[in-house]
T-cell receptor, first 114, second 114 residues
Framework: KAGVTQTPRYLIKTRGQQVTLSCSPI?????VSWYQQTPGQGLQFLFE???????NKGNFPGRFSGRQFSNSRSEMNVSTLELGDSALYLCASSFKPALNNEQFFGPGTRLTVL | AQSVTQLDSQVPVFEEAPVELRCNYS??????LFWYVQYPNQGLQLLLKYLSGSTLVKGINGFEAEFNKSQTSFHLRKPSVHISDTAEYFCAVSEGQAGTALIFGKGTTLSVSS
């Protein structure tokens, strides 16, 4: 079974631009979560989607948004990029959004903002 | 608010030596606990998880962890490490107050040398 895939793997943008990252969950998984990983703040939860609905959101500004499609694929968007948005963005999928469901992580998209 | 503290940011050990990576959490309710490993330029891989039952949990690659409710700890151990265990290790907790979001510690870099 294929794992979680994220595209693109690497991205370079300049301040003020916007970016869209994509995540395809494991087949059959309907829950997708996004995390931001930076050296300073570590791993932080962005949001979670299930059945095309945002179920949970972390403490990030409104510039960070996401959506989920009917095939469970998810995208996240960051508008008006800032230097501090440079990070590894990880997507994780699980069968359903239960507390004890294992989340399977993709390899991440490394975003560099210049 | 719940939090996870990984007491050591870096742990250097020699090959075949035992290792313990320490993790403490703060939560007043029942929690689910996880250890993930991250190899360079990769996503997170689940090592083991505690959901309920036996407090000693065995995972992949010879790792195990013990849940101690009174100490609010979930330390990771391996009796004999290999060079290939060099990676970053993250302790994480999920509980109802944050939905299904994983709250991560800052990570511990395990460096195994010969």
């Amino acid at each position: 079974k294929a794992g979680v895939t994220q595209t693109p793997r690497y991205l370079i943008k300049t301040r003020g631009q916007q970016v869209t990252l994509s995540c395809s969950p494991i087949s059959g998984h309907r829950s997708v979560s996004w995390y931001q990983q930076t050296p300073g703040q570590g791993l932080q939860f962005l949001f979670e989607y299930f059945s095309e609905t945002q179920r949970n959101k972390g403490n990030f500004p409104g510039r960070f948004s996401g959506r989920q499609f009917s095939n469970s694929r998810s995208e996240m968007n960051v508008s008006t990029l800032e230097l501090g948005d440079s990070a590894l963005y990880l997507c994780a999928s699980s069968f359903k959004p239960a507390l004890n469901n294992e989340q399977f992580f993709g390899p991440g998209t490394r975003l560099t903002v210049l | 608010a719940q939090s996870v503290t990984q007491l050591d940011s870096q742990v250097p050990v020699f090959e075949e030596a035992p290792v313990e990576l320490r993790c403490n959490y703060s939560s007043s309710v029942s929690v689910y606990l996880f250890w993930y490993v991250q190899y360079p330029n990769q996503g997170l891989q689940l090592l083991l998880k505690y959901l309920s039952g036996s407090t000693l949990v065995k995972g992949i690659n010879g790792f195990e962890a013990e849940f101690n409710k009174s100490q609010t700890s979930f330390h990771l151990r391996k009796p004999s490490v290999h060079i290939s265990d060099t990676a970053e290790y993250f302790c994480a907790v999920s509980e109802g107050q944050a939905g299904t979001a994983l709250i991560f510690g800052k990570g511990t870099t395990l460096s195994v040398s010969s």
